[in-house]
Structures are given as structure tokens and as C-alpha cells.
């Protein structure tokens, strides 16, 4: 079987992605895709809390082709970040009706960085637009947060992901705030030892899978260790869920998550 790996939260941290990718080989020295068939997932949250988005959705975007001409893959996830950010560009000044402020301010208020909306191209915007919500990937359900909303979207892969996708082409300001609404949640299968393997089975029951994978928490909330110290994934809920959000951001040097 070809070998599956998998990156957390970026969040503009362009150098340690980088870093990190060169340790496991799939970069080379040129920073071109030496993966050949591997598969490589990023779990969303490209943008925001650090200096260079752009940076690393341009990496991830060249990633794309250069692993697809080797017979490799990469999988990239809609993060809750991604939303914030084509909000703001979208709808900038306009107040947000559920909350106090507006569009960018809220986007600001999680970490926005200007440079990264200057960047933002036309063709950032359709590849953002058109990212999966859910995969799935040797009966392991990948999704970026550990919450509960993604079985509300739809009832398989295909249609969580098409209802995504048709929330993000919308121009009503609320399906936007719905969607920062729903990605909000956390923990669900953490806060409760019991009630979160329970959420989980059921979750992963619809889905005919054995395992998520998931980022949006930073590890050390739910290890209680210094970010500096989380160089690996971390498994709970009595092995059905594996963060891989290093919380890279927090001062983490990150690391890449190899299926076992
Ligand atoms: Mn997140």
C-alpha cells in the first residue's frame, strides 16, 4: 500500500510547513514533490494567526499538480478559516446580523492578516470555494473539526460536501454566518470520555469508517503539554480520534502524520 500522510492546521506558518514536509521527504531540496505515489492530506486552516496564507495555499495549490504528475495525491480540506476570509473579502464592511461588528472585523478578530486579503487572487478564491468539507481515506473520516455539524449538511461524503460548496457561492450574508456558526464547535468527542466515544462511533458509523482524523483544536488544549513539546499526533476517545493540529501558531514546531 502506498504510504498516507497528513498535515494539521497551517495557519500561515509557511517555513515550519515547509520544514516539516522536507523531514518526511515529500519536498525535495528544491522544494518540488519527491512523494511520488504517497498521499498527502492538509486538514484546512490554510490562512490567518500567521505571516504567509498566501504562502502556504500557493504550496499546497503546486503541491496539487506535482504529486498528481508523480501518480501521487493531495488532499486539501475546508477549514472554518477559509469562510472567514472569503467573507471578509466578499462582504468587508457589511455588519454581521448574529454578532457585533462586521465581516472583516470578525475575520480580524480571528486572526486575519491583511496581506493575505491583498493577495487573494481570483484563482485563490475558486481552489478555496471548491475544497471538500469531508473525506474519507482507508476507512478513516478526515475532517477539520472535531465537531458534530458535518452529518447535518448531508448525509454521505458527496452531499456534505456539495452543500458546502453551495453555501459558499452564496450571497446572503447569513448562510456565511451559519457556516462561522456551526464551525465554532469543539471538543465533541473530548469534554466527556463516554459521550465523546459515543459521538464518535456514531458519527463514524454513518460513514463506515474506523477512525477520525481531525484538526481545529490545538493539541495542547486537549493534552495540557507546552506547544513546543507536541511533536506528534495525538490519539484519544480510546483510539477512535487523532488531532493532528500541532497548534503550529502557538509556537509548535508542527509535525507530519503518517497512517500506520
Ligand atoms: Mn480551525
Known amino acids: 500500500m502506498t504510504r498516507v500522510f497528513i498535515m494539521g492546521d497551517l495557519h500561515g506558518q509557511l517555513d515550519k510547513v515547509i520544514a ?28 490567518d494567526r500567521g505571516p504567509d496564507g498566501i504562502g502556504c495555499v500557493n504550496l499546497v495549490m503546486r503541491l496539487q499538480r506535482e504529486a498528481a504528475a508523480a501518480g501521487g495525491q493531495v488532499i486539501a480540506l475546508m477549514g472554518n478559516h477559509e469562510p472567514l476570509l472569503l467573507a471578509a473579502r466578499l462582504f468587508g464592511d457589511e455588519p454581521l446580523s448574529a454578532s457585533v461588528g462586521t465581516f472583516r472585523r470578525n475575520w480580524e478578530r480571528n486572526g486575519g492578516r491583511e496581506s493575505d486579503l491583498v493577495g487573494l487572487t481570483s484563482a485563490h478564491v475558486a481552489w478555496i470555494s471548491a475544497l471538500p468539507a469531508v473525506a474519507t481515506l482507508r476507512r478513516r473520516l478526515l475532517i477539520h473539526a472535531d465537531a458534530l455539524f458535518y452529518s447535518e449538511l448531508g448525509d454521505s461524503v458527496q452531499t456534505i460536501n456539495q452543500t458546502m460548496a453551495s453555501m459558499l457561492t452564496s450571497d446572503e450574508p447569513w448562510v456565511w454566518e451559519e457556516l462561522f456558526y456551526v464551525f465554532s464547535d469543539r471538543l465533541a468527542f473530548f ?70
Do not use: K
Open 20 to 47: 516539516n514536509l522536507r523531514h518526511a521527504e515529500l519536498l525535495d531540496p528544491s522544494l518540488a514533490w519527491s512523494g511520488h505515489d504517497a498521499t498527502l492530506c492538509f486538514m484546512g486552516d490554510y490562512f
Open 191 to 260: 469534554s466527556d470520555p463516554q459521550i465523546g466515544r459515543a459521538f464518535a462511533l456514531e458519527l463514524l458509523a454513518r460513514f463506515d469508517c474506523d477512525q477520525i482524523i481531525h484538526g481545529h483544536t490545538p493539541i495542547p488544549y486537549m493534552s495540557g503539554r507546552a506547544p513546543t513539546e507536541v511533536t506528534g499526533a495525538f490519539v484519544y476517545a480510546g483510539g477512535l480520534c487523532v488531532n493532528v493540529d500541532g497548534g503550529m501558531y502557538m509556537g509548535g514546531p508542527g509535525f507530519v502524520y503518517e497512517l500506520p
